[in-house]
């Protein structure tokens, strides 16, 4: 497998790999990198589809991308997804799966059509007091002191980040600063969380920094994402004729490892109540997604709080049993043992009549019933105990959604404090109770408060332990690569597994590890489309300097490589060149 960038790769079609024809595939969960290597191994690997099999814990697919409507408990979203046009092997992957919705057209297609004639992006990103504006302003307020513990985590080198959280490097001038609202609820970053990441998320969105307060850097999809996103790829796979096998719960792989080489030799997996062996051969590739951010999620509804599950079970167990085996396999217990920093929960709100949805078209001035952009991603309440944000997608966010009525998606990033209104932990607290602080927060008078809460809202809340697992603290060898070293049939997919340079908690890193896991188990000469490189483009880390400065001239501060770069003798010396037209194209003199 290589990298690689620019349209000849892009659009080339590989030729059809040595003996894929005697191969087959089992894929241990069906989540959205275990549907996207399913997909690689028919599109570009040539796989026959009959050949493909997938082993699914739970009775339907998608793994945390979901969306869907209970029969008993209604609308039901636990999280969504945040895309942006650098996703280069989601749209390499979703340019080839067909429009459930419209015949002739892919999924990319209809992505971007959508997002062209109706651009996202918010005009009230936080309010306090409320639901009154906040009047930040769009502004980061970072001092200069804040602004050199940016830069220098920016140029820090990976290794010197290791088992770090983010307030060794940040100091508190940082995180009370707008910059760091902004981030964390965006993100969903605690201070305790991994210095580590907090850098590759710097680098790999910094294009993105001027668009943080409005959110004009994201774009969603028109339903929720199991209905615009997983279901498509379903029936791309069911058409091609791969086996999916629901109810069936992975416990272990067995390998084989000497001499520096590791094979896959068995997988050993329980269904109806009774344990099962597949054995493997060489041409047999498994492909395994080891751990989970949505494991052990509970769910309440208005009368009932979710119940906290930290037992360490599923896929989670499924990882500790691997990685007894080599070291090679990585270290779960370093993301699932603490599950009290790494939990937090969601709720969703359907409203019941005509009573709520005022409030929101006052907050984010729009009508929520136009079908196009509502609140353009979340509004943070910037002083909720809870830091609960909210956000109202396209409605219908659901294909089933009666047109009078909106699902909105609420989470509060801190579950472990009391709120403001209702004086309990969110993680305590039932639906009515989520919806009553949520309404507070919206400015709805208190007296009408609990009356509406309970008549003109229907809520669901979600406890996910592992939500943030992938954010903890950690160095290299915690996860497993993509494709360990001496591998010859297997990989491992999804969160927690180790591809460099690529961002968590992203659509792009599942589908990502997909891509890299079949292209190297099957040598598919076509190169991976490599992490988008912003952060070392110039014209960009000029642009986000200035804008991360809230449009302070950086010539003008004591950052020292702005220093050096704009000294007087310097100044005469690039006089006259491309370089003096570059630095006053982006606001640096």
């Not at 943080?212 to 929720?224: E, Q």
């Not at 910037?382 to 909106?406: A, C, G, I």
Request: aromatic share 12%.
């Amino acid at each position: 497998m290589y990298y690689s960038n620019g349209n000849y790769e892009a659009f080339a079609r590989p030729l059809k790999p040595v003996d894929v024809d005697k191969k087959s595939a089992y894929l241990v969960g069906a989540g959205l990198a275990s549907l996207a290597a399913a997909c690689f191994l028919i599109r570009d690997g040539q796989m026959k589809g009959e050949n493909i099999h997938i082993l699914e814990e739970l009775s339907l697919p998608g793994g945390a991308c979901d969306g869907i409507k209970d029969n008993q408990k209604g609308f039901i979203i636990r999280g969504g997804r945040e895309m942006e046009n650098h996703f280069e092997c989601l749209w390499d992957l979703f340019r080839s799966i067909p429009s459930i919705e419209t015949d002739g057209v892919s999924v990319l297609d209809e992505f971007y059509w959508l997002n062209k004639a109706d651009p996202n992006y918010s005009l009230m990103r936080v309010t306090k007091n409320q639901g009154r504006d906040a009047e930040l302003g769009g502004k980061f307020d970072l001092s200069e002191q804040a602004s050199k513990e940016m830069v220098t985590l920016f140029m820090t080198k990976d290794e010197d980040l290791y088992d770090k959280r983010i307030d060794e490097v940040f100091s508190t001038e940082l995180l009370n600063s707008n910059f760091w609202l902004y981030w964390r609820t965006m993100f969903a970053f605690r201070d305790w969380h991994s210095a580590l990441e907090m850098k590759l998320y710097l680098q790999r969105f910094i294009h993105h920094i001027g668009g943080l307060p409005d959110l004009s850097a994201l774009k969603f999809t028109k339903y929720n994402q199991y209905e615009s996103l997983i279901l498509p790829m379903v029936k791309y796979l069911e058409a091609h004729g791969v086996q999916f096998q629901y109810d069936t719960m992975v416990t272990n792989v067995i390998f084989d490892c000497k001499n520096g080489k590791k094979r896959a030799t068995k997988i050993i997996c329980n269904r109806a109540g009774k344990e099962e062996v597949i054995p493997l051969s060489k041409n047999e590739l498994v492909f395994i997604t080891n751990g989970s951010c949505t494991e052990n999620s509970t769910l309440g509804d208005d009368d009932h709080a979710p119940v906290f599950d930290d037992s360490i079970s599923g896929c989670w167990e499924l990882w500790r049993n691997i990685a007894k085996q080599d070291p090679a396999f990585g270290k779960p217990d370093k993301f699932c043992t603490n599950t009290k920093e790494t939990n937090w929960e969601s709720a969703t709100v359907t409203t019941l009549d005509d009573r709520i949805p005022p409030y929101i078209e006052k907050i984010c001035k729009r009508d929520p019933f136009n079908g196009k952009v509502v609140t353009g991603g979340i509004i943070t309440a910037q002083d909720s105990n809870w830091m609960l944000s909210y956000t109202v997608n396209r409605q219908p966010h659901f294909k089933e959604q009666p047109k009078d009525q909106l699902t909105v998606w609420v989470y509060g990033l801190f579950s472990e404090v009391p709120g403001n209104y209702i004086k309990k932990p969110m993680k305590e607290c039932t639906g009515v109770e989520i919806t009553e602080e949520w309404l507070y927060h919206m400015g709805v008078p208190e007296s009408q408060i609990h009356d509406m809460a309970t008549k003109s809202a229907h809520t669901i809340p979600c406890m996910m332990p592992y939500i943030t697992a992938f954010f903890m603290p950690r160095r290299a060898g915690d996860r497993p690569k993509v494709v360990p070293d001496g591998s010859e049939n297997f990989a491992f997919l999804g969160q927690f597994a180790d591809t460099p340079r690529d961002t968590v908690f992203t659509t792009e890193y599942s589908v990502r590890t997909g891509m890299e896991a079949v292209y190297t188990l099957l040598d598919i000469d076509r190169g991976v489309p490599e992490v988008f490189n912003s952060c070392y483009d110039i014209r960009v880390l000029l642009d986000s300097t200035v804008k991360m400065m809230d449009g302070k001239k950086p010539g003008d501060t004591k950052l020292p490589f702005i220093m050096n770069l704009v000294k007087k003798k310097g100044l005469k010396k690039i006089s006259g060149t491309v370089i003096e037209e570059v630095l006053q194209r982006y606001n640096i003199i």
